[in-house]
Structure formats: C-alpha cells, structure tokens
C-alpha cells in the first residue's frame, strides 16, 4: 500500500476524493462555511508542489434525480480557487466526454474540479462500471474525504480498487483517525463524553458504545429529556421519544453495573413556545409544567458539567446542550464550550464532531481553543459508534 507522504506525485494526475458538501448561505449563494475546503488545502498544496495534477470529485447536498443548479457545485468553485490561490477549472459533468477532454490535459500546478458525482445514481448504488469510468480520469486515488468515509459509495470505496498500487488516504482523512483513535482507542483518563441534540434515537449506538471506554458521559439537549421522562420526571411539551424510554432506562442500568457516571442537566431553560422571544424561565429538568418545554441546559447543569470537564484528560464533544441557534437558548452550549477550551488549556485532549457542535464552537469563536475539530458529522459518529468506516477499510483492502 502506498502512503501519501512517500508517493511521488510528480507528472500524474490525482483523483482526488474530497468532501466538499459545504453549507451554502441562502441569501447570498455563496459558501456560508469553507472549514472543508480549506481543511483539504495541505493535501491538494502537497501534491501540486510535487509537480503533479489533481482531479477533484465530491458530492454536494443529496440530488435524487440527476442534475439540479441547487447541487451544482459550480457554486463552490470560485470559493475553492480563492482558498487554494490559483486557478480550478470545472467540468460541468463528471463522466462527460468534455471532462475526459478536461482532466486529460492537465498540465501539472492544475485543478480541474468535476460536478457532483450524485447527479448520477450509480454514485449512491455503489455502482462499480460507474467507478470504473471515473477512474479513468487520474493515475492515482487520494481519498481524503473523511466526512463521507461512512458512505459505500462508487467514488468512496469501489473507486479505490481501480489504482491497487496507487491508493491511498489524503493529510486529512489520515489527521482525522489519527485524532478519533486517540479518542476511542488510548484515551487518557478521566475520558468525558458530551453527548446532546435533539434525538435520543440517533444517539443510542454512540452511547451504548461509549460505556465501554468512557468514565463520564454527559447527556444534554432535547435528548436528555427522554431520560428524564424514563425515570419518571414531568417533562411538559419538551422533546420525547416514547418508543426509547425502555432503551434510556437500560442505558441508566447498565452504566451503573459498568460505573460509567451519567450526568443528565439538572436544571433547564423553559420556554412556553418554540421561539427566540419566546417567555423563559428556569426550573429543575424532572419539574417542568404542561405546556412548557425545556430548551437548553440551566446554569446548575452547566456548573455541574464543567466540574467535570475540568477534571478530565480527555473529552468528546458530538452534540448541542440546547437550541443554540436561537440567542435565547445558547447560554447551555457556549459555557460547554468555554469549559471545553479551559480544559484544553489545562491539558485535556478535546476533539468535536458532528456538524452542529463544530457550527457551535466556531459561533462562539474558540474552534482554536480545542484540540481539533472533525470535519466529519455522520462519519465521526459513525466511528464512535465503532462501525468500520468503508471509505477508509477500501484504503487498506
Ligand atoms: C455530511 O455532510 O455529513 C457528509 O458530507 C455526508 O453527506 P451525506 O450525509 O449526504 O452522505
Ligand atoms: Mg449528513
């Protein structure tokens, strides 16, 4: 198998997998956050310096029917090509003939970037003469999309077998295992585990996972309140996974057996509607009245939990404590996040993932502040829940 630092990428092509699914801002139609693009920079920078060429495929949004201007990602490439400093060129389809024609005149120092690789079913499927053809664009495949590392599809996995000697993973994909294994495979102890947002449901394999290897897991968001309800709490009108109740009291149990410390927040902000001015106040999480529903962790909670953080060596951090998107209900997630930090700074390894804890701690200015931000969403949660990720097992097969 190939490594990317020892290859010498001088006169090729590289078929470079990235993940450039990137939030868009409405409004203005253009790239609302490039934390993925220029997470991808040492990677494209350390090829183009060797004197090669590189192909770029990603996927962008979820198109179900061919091609769409809303999945284009013509919208990015004016974005890419401020990040990267020089000129990408783009070809408006991914196996046209016209992007044969464009990626087989590289000249080395170019760019060409192809269109969503979803504007074709066969991406999704897996489709393996689909991956064939798009091998046919490079000399090599360099595979550094980690947020799309839990996906079977063409461009992800089958795509790898084409290039058995001319393979490999990319500086990101290869910096974001290395910081999950830290986490999940030599965490130092006390390992801590932030776990929030607003489903219980999509977060019952990472936690039953996290039994195993962590000493404290702290639960927040609209998920804690399945909890609460499971040990008999009045939770008003807040978030409820009726169907979950049984697996929220066999979480409960079991940690206790395997003395893994829950800590669910003891006290919520209520509010008596969904809305950023809606009427607020502070009550115990089990006590909160009809009509009411809890929407971010209360200040108790949020002094309960940094306690211990700050007495932790190790942290993980998928998941909002409350609606921090609203100013009103913020308060929760950001003093997370500056308990985070200050752990950081003490000494404790930090890594978030997941989509909305890294929009989180940008919005509070301290993505810096933590040890490393994971550019992955289901990809990092995937990993944590232990799943072999096949973006990545395709690398070494
Ligand atoms: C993401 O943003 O989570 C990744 O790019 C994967 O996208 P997907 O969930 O549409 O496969
Ligand atoms: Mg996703």
Redesign the pocket.
């Known amino acids: 198998m190939s490594t990317f630092q020892s290859y010498s990428f001088k006169g090729k092509r590289a078929i470079v997998r990235v993940?450039f699914?990137v939030p868009m801002d409405k409004t203005t139609g253009l790239v609302a956050d490039d934390k993925r693009i220029r997470a991808a920079l040492p990677t494209l920078q350390h090829i183009l310096h060797q004197g090669g060429s590189i192909v770029l495929l990603s996927?962008f949004?979820?198109p179900k029917n061919g091609p769409e201007q809303i999945f284009s990602l013509a919208q990015i490439q004016h974005r890419l090509s401020e990040v990267l400093g020089s000129e990408v060129l783009f070809a408006d389809d991914c196996i046209s003939e016209e992007a044969f024609r464009l990626s087989s005149a590289l000249q080395p120092g170019q760019v060409l970037l192809l269109e969503n690789v979803r504007f074709y079913k066969e991406e999704t499927a897996g489709d393996l003469a689909f991956a064939e053809k798009l091998s046919k664009h490079g000399d090599c495949y360099v595979n550094d999309a980690f947020?799309?590392a839990h996906?079977a599809h063409a461009s992800t996995t089958q795509l790898a077998g084409f290039f058995q000697n001319d393979k490999m993973a990319g500086l990101l994909m290869n910096a974001e295992i290395e910081n999950a294994k830290k986490v999940l495979k030599g965490a130092e102890r006390p390992f801590t585990a932030i776990v929030g947002g607003a489903k219980v449901s999509d977060k019952v394999l990472i936690v039953e996972n996290l039994l195993q290897i962590a000493d404290h897991i702290i639960i927040g968001g609209g998920m804690a309140y399945t909890f609460f309800k499971a040990k008999g709490g009045q939770i008003g009108a807040s978030l409820c996974e009726l169907e979950r109740l049984e697996t929220c009291k066999e979480i409960l149990e079991r940690a206790e057996k395997m003395g893994v410390q829950i800590h669910l927040p003891k006290d919520a902000v209520i509010a008596d509607r969904f809305a950023a001015d809606a009427t607020t106040q502070v009550v115990p999480s089990e006590q909160i009245p009809d009509g009411w529903m809890g929407l971010d962790i209360g200040p108790k909670a949020s002094e309960e939990f940094r306690s211990v953080l700050l007495s932790s060596k190790t942290i993980l951090w998928n998941g909002p404590m409350g609606v921090f998107e609203m100013t009103a209900f913020e308060q929760g997630t950001k003093n997370m996040a500056h308990a985070v930090a200050e752990a950081t700074k003490n000494g404790a390894f930090s890594l978030i993932g997941g989509?909305d804890s890294a929009a989180a701690v940008q919005q509070f200015n301290l993505s810096t502040d933590v040890s490393y931000v994971s550019t992955?969403?289901?990809?990092l949660l995937e990993y944590f829940e232990g799943k072999i990720l096949p973006g990545v097992a395709a690398l070494e097969a």
Not at 376 to 379: C, F, H, K, Q, S
């Open positions: 993940d699914n996927h949004g979820r947020g799309a996906r989509g992955g969403g289901g990809a």
